[in-house]
């Protein structure tokens, strides 16, 4: 370990979750990852139910009911900045609002009720049901009720096994993946044509799944379902009848990909839409997948014509940001790659970057693509963060919700690169919202008249960080 990071007093059951890139000639110890937080290290990571829930929670035609009490439901309540082309009920967050009476009798006539009377009201297309932690305490038989009550409405209940306390976030995907599953193969697919995708892991965010799916129309590609983007109940019935699976959030849908490639034969690669490089290989990627020289000639037309706007508009960025030092800390390894990538293309460097759901592999790949010295980080915490934000002397975090208060209590400028938010970052005209927005806030005047900036960090946040930086002068 580099001697920032040795400077960095971490919990010592934590030590294994820390690498550095470029560290040693030989090669480095695998990182812990992939397991349960560390007690007492207050992650950053969301519960196996959060996982579950913004994963299904874009299917726009679906009744999604949180079974457990109402703080579940509150706190997942419209979670992505999930855009739909139809229908909003999504957006509602039902809960069956358990209380202390039915966790002594038991919640199953209640959920029962909630669901018959919710169908009735709302017509969905099929429901959803998330178990919380309690549910798997109190034991109430989830699966029987959605049975009967899609026997009695005639549309699919579907019981989400996503009890808070089943594991990590990712276990949380898992569930999700399991229960949508449920839908595969129900539809009809005879005339969906030999050239069709599926796009599986884009959340639709800001309407990113949108612009992707405007790329792969102008190659001459069906889209035949978007899990979970916009997502429609049919569409997903049907969308045993792809040809290609195109993963983008590797961490939630890999599992889907792989039950899909098993028990229909339908393959899968996976990809991301996040800066030039990886949107622009998505799209070759499909073209070189069904062999095919005109889809291949289509493909490089959509990147000409998209990097003709962007590419100009990207040096006025990045004059400005060179030599800029940026933290990520993200959900899935597969976007940190990304944004590696993107934030060299506008001259930044990645000082510190870390995710709540990476393995042993993405890590090695991490520690392989970024440069020496680069500190990496599995299923981190806030003062973690703040230390390494600190010693790196980074100018941006890119983050979600949970990171943005970290980043603005020590004076850096923030970046929400997570599901809340309203900003489309995919694809070409993405990459250009992104270097916006990252100029923007690294290139605000206002960080120079932070503490950090003019001395030091206050004497209360120093104490908290243990007493390493200098305190700040009155200014
Ligand atoms: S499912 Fe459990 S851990 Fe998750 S929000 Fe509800 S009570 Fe908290």
Redesign the pocket.
């Known amino acids: 370990m580099s001697s920032a990071a040795q400077s960095i007093s971490l919990l010592p059951a934590r030590e294994r979750s820390v690498s550095v890139a470029g560290a040693g000639a030989s090669a480095p110890a695998p990182m812990a990852c992939d397991q349960a937080s560390l007690a007492g290290s207050v992650t950053q990571r969301a ?1 196996a ?2 996982g579950s829930r913004v994963v299904l929670y874009p299917i726009a035609d679906a009744l999604h009911l949180v079974h ?1 009490p109402i ?2 439901a509150a ?1 997942t309540w419209d979670i992505r900045g999930a855009q739909s082309s139809g229908p909003q009920l999504f957006r509602n967050s039902f809960s069956t609002d358990l209380r202390e009476m039915d966790v002594i009798y038991g919640g199953e006539k209640k959920l029962g009720h909630a669901l018959r009377e919710l169908i009735a009201r709302h017509s969905p297309k099929a429901a959803f049901v998330y178990s ?2 309690i549910v798997g305490v109190i034991g109430d038989d989830v699966e029987a009720v959605c049975r009967e009550v899609a026997r009695d409405t005639g549309i699919p209940v579907i019981p989400v096994a996503s009890e ?2 089943k594991g990590t976030k990712k276990d949380g995907y898992k569930a999700a993946c399991d229960a949508v599953y449920r839908l595969v193969g129900t539809g009809e697919v005879a005339d969906i044509p030999q050239r069709s995708i599926n796009l599986l892991g884009d959340f639709n965010i800001a309407g990113e799944t949108w612009v992707i799916r405007d790329y792969l129309e102008r190659m001459g590609i069906h889209v035949v379902a978007t899990l979970t983007g916009d997502g429609r109940v049919d569409a997903i019935r049907r969308c045993h009848g792809a040809s290609l699976n195109l993963v983008q959030c590797a961490g939630s849908m890999t599992s889907l990909a792989k039950r899909l490639e098993k028990e229909h034969g339908i393959p899968f690669l996976k990809v991301s839409f996040f800066g030039i490089e990886d949107m622009s290989a998505a799209l070759y990627a499909v073209a070189r997948f069904f062999q095919d020289e005109a889809l291949l000639a289509r493909a490089q037309q959509v990147v000409r014509e998209e990097l003709a706007k962007l590419l100009p508009e990207l040096r006025r960025f990045r004059t400005d940001l060179t030599g800029k030092k940026a933290a990520i800390y993200v959900g899935g390894a597969f976007k940190a790659f990304s944004l590696v990538r993107a934030l060299r293309s506008i001259g930044m460097r990645t000082a510190i970057v870390g995710t709540q759901t990476g393995d042993k592999s993405d890590y090695e790949t991490l520690r392989q693509m970024c440069e020496p010295g680069t500190i990496i980080v599995d299923d981190s915490n806030p003062l973690e963060l703040a230390k390494f934000c600190l010693e790196q002397d980074v100018d941006l975090f890119i983050g979600g919700v949970k990171e943005r208060p970290i980043a603005y209590k020590l004076g850096i400028g923030f970046c929400d690169h997570n599901h809340e938010r309203k900003e489309c970052l995919a694809g070409f005209i993405g990459m250009l919202n992104f270097a916006r927005e990252v100029h923007a806030t690294v290139m605000s005047p206002v960080w120079r008249y932070t503490p950090r900036r003019s001395g030091g960090i206050p004497a209360a946040v120093n104490a908290t960080l243990g007493g390493k930086n200098a305190a700040a002068p009155s200014p």
């Open positions: 519960c139910f959060c457990g703080g579940c706190y919380t932690c808070g306390f």
